[in-house]
């Protein structure tokens, strides 16, 4: 498995980020000036890693980790990984979450949502008794993020397509893979990708990457709609969609990004690009069938791993935060 040379590494680097609390970006509106602001009081269960979704998706990472590798002898991390994840994901911790996230229903929409659901799906697959445990204290605010997505979803005339946490597609394609919905909030999920970008063709790749983007536009709307139509369909769709990659014409979706300041936290996103590339590269052509679309489609996510990996563990606390995870979407794809 591509993911085994490297889970230690990630283990090791998302118990660091997990558990340190400071620096924080909180995304929190103070209204007075006798709120409690610190991090854990606002997050009991998800203070670290710089920001809320970074830290939720480091947690995911953990029980993927664990789910693959723990108790093998190469992965000595089982026991912190276990004992970090017994002291965030407690009943009482996520009690605070939930109710945070059902008072301020636009908070971590929706992206932070989609990671959300992806942990608690991560527990359940997991098994055992500490899947169930994890899995279980995770159940209301998954629940609120249900009923939220059931709210929001009329109300979204238009999707956002750039290529940072708003993006519609990567959050709706991720909790369409957790499984962790209602039916009737999974099937507005895929009405809505549907209503969306089922009509979508000649996608102004040109376009892209844009300064800052950690997720391709192009990419993730491919990617989602691969989820909600299946065989000749979602082929025929990509051809309208993408149609330099059967005519063979130069399509930039393919070209690494190039990044010029590894340090900087903005444009360092562009190193997660070449990884949530890789990931979705690699599941488009998964989706198709043999042929030199689906060749073109697996080589290019080869050289976007390629140019992805070495940047994920840098001791540098603005990409260290996040990027392990996103390898470990292109290294290890959903079930």
Partial sequence: MPLTAHAAAFARLALANVTRE????????????????????????????????????????????????????????????????????????????????????????????????????????YGGAAGARWAAALTPAVAVVDRLLADWLPKATYPVRHGNHPNSAFALGLVLDAGQLSAATAEAVRRRLLDWFADDHDAPVHWEPSGQDFLSPALTEADAMRRVLSGDRFEQWLDRFLPALRSGAPCPLLDVPVVSDHADPQIGHLLGLALSKAAALRSIASALPGGPVRTRLAEAAEAHLTAGLPAVDRGDFTTDHWLASFATLALDPAE
Avoid: I, K
Wanted: glycine share 4%.
């Fill in 22 to 125: 400071y620096p924080n970006f909180p995304a929190h509106l103070v209204t007075s000036a006798d709120e409690q602001l610190r991090p854990a009081a606002l997050h009991p269960a998800f203070y670290g890693a710089y920001d809320w979704h970074s830290c939720v998706h480091m947690h995911w990472l953990l029980v993927r980790l664990l789910r693959r590798h723990g108790g093998t002898p190469a992965f000595a991390e089982t026991a912190p990984v276990v004992g970090v994840l017994d002291s965030h994901l407690t009943p009482r911790n996520l009690a605070v979450e939930a109710a945070y996230l059902r008072d301020r229903p636009s908070f971590e929409r929706p992206y932070g949502w989609a990671w959300l659901v992806a942990l608690a799906a991560e527990c359940r697959a």
